[in-house]
Nanobody, 125 residues
Framework: QVQLVESGGGSVQPGGSLRLSCAVSGFTSGYYSIGWFRQAPGKEREGVSCFESATGSKYYADSVKGRFTISRDTAKNTVDLEMNALQTEDTAVYYC??????????????????WGQGTQVTVSS
């Protein structure tokens, strides 16, 4: 059974940084796409960044390119998201999610079948 547990959310001022971590368990074999999604109040859930185990490729939404970095820690079995230069528009609940196989362009959330419980990120002055 796949389990994803997020940690690391919180409150920060604009321009600040946060690091999210997703502890992954239950993937016994095969390739997968695992990443971060977010949902702001009144908005649809959107893909932020994904890591693809088959190729090592990393994907980013245009809105976070150059500011966010996704990484995998194989020793700790986590997928982390380093978020820098945070903006008020980044305020949302951030979810870790995973699916078997490859990353689909645009990272549509509906294709991801395993989800964590979410962690709040608030960027405010």
């Amino acid at each position: 059974q796949v389990q994803l547990v997020e940690s690391g959310g919180g409150s920060v001022q604009p321009g600040g940084s946060l690091r999210l971590s997703c502890a992954v368990s239950g993937f016994t074999s095969g390739y997968y796409s695992i990443g971060w999604f977010r949902q702001a109040p009144g908005k649809e859930r959107e893909g932020v960044s994904c890591f693809e185990s088959a190729t090592g490729s990393k994907y980013y939404a245009d809105s976070v390119k150059g500011r966010f970095t996704i990484s995998r820690d194989t020793a700790k079995n986590t997928v982390d998201l380093e978020m820098n230069a945070l903006q008020t528009e980044d305020t949302a609940v951030y979810y870790c999610a995973a699916r078997p196989g490859f990353t689909v362009a645009g990272m549509p959330p509906d294709l991801y079948e395993h989800w964590g419980q979410g962690t709040q990120v608030t960027v405010s002055s």
